[in-house]
């Protein structure tokens, strides 16, 4: 079985540019978890997503991150403009309710210069 | 949700038993106890889950205590790859779904 899809798998760009990270999750699941995982701070929940809905944003840093659901299959984390401290790993995750467990992909590894 | 305690590391021999140690001592009526694992460069594994009984499947097995403050986490039989940090989480099921909260882990390391 596929699980949950990211990318890109590394990603490097300038401060200030556009970064885009893209997720596919485990067909049939109806909830969507966006993660950060810095050294500092560990793994925190960002924002998450029930049929394609945002449900609880309160984890995401400030107004540069934004994410987005367009349909069941696909969901994107983007950062406008990056700085430096955005550097860190990404995950995404999906589960088949919300009492079950997360499912999380391979995280794509962000280096903001 | 309740704060987890776990060491920050731990030693153990390839082949033989893994026993992770978590204690919970605030956990609520309505709390479960999950436990993942993160390998090195890899997303959050799912292990397994409960809420008073044992629980048991092909990967571990969790012993959870009777005053549901502390529980454990069994592998049977240590391999190499099961070189990770193992993290114990409790959250609430049900209508007041919680958030996974992750703590800073156990850094397992099995060794030939």
């Known amino acids: 079985d596929a699980g949950v899809i990211q990318s890109p798998r590394h990603e490097v760009t300038e401060m200030g540019q556009e970064v885009t990270l893209r997720c596919k999750p485990i067909s049939g699941h109806d909830y969507l978890f966006w993660y950060r995982q810095t050294m500092m701070r560990g793994l925190e929940l960002l924002i998450y997503?029930?049929?394609?809905?945002?449900?609880?944003d309160s984890g995401m840093p400030e107004d540069r991150f934004s994410a987005k659901m367009p349909n069941a299959s696909f969901s994107t984390l983007k950062i406008q403009p990056s700085e430096p401290r955005d550097s860190a790993v990404y995950f995404c995750a999906s589960s088949l309710a919300r009492s079950q467990p997360q499912h999380f992909g391979d995280g794509t590894r962000l280096s903001i210069l | 949700d309740a704060k987890t305690t776990q060491p920050t590391s731990m030693d153990c021999a390839e082949g033989r038993a893994a026993n992770l140690p978590c204690n919970h001592s605030?956990?609520?009526?309505?709390?479960?106890v999950y436990w993942y694992r993160q390998i090195h460069s890899q997303g959050p594994q799912y292990i397994i889950h409960g809420l008073k009984n044992n629980e048991t499947n092909e990967m571990a097995s969790l012993i959870i205590t009777e005053d549901r403050k502390s529980s454990t986490l069994i592998l049977p039989h240590a391999t190499l790859r099961d070189t990770a940090v193992y993290y114990c989480i409790v959250r609430v099921e049900g209508d007041s779904w919680g958030k996974l909260q992750f703590g800073a882990g156990t850094q397992v390391v099995v060794t030939p």
């Open positions: 605030t956990i609520s009526g309505n709390e479960y």
């Open positions: 997503f029930n049929n394609n809905v945002p449900i609880d």
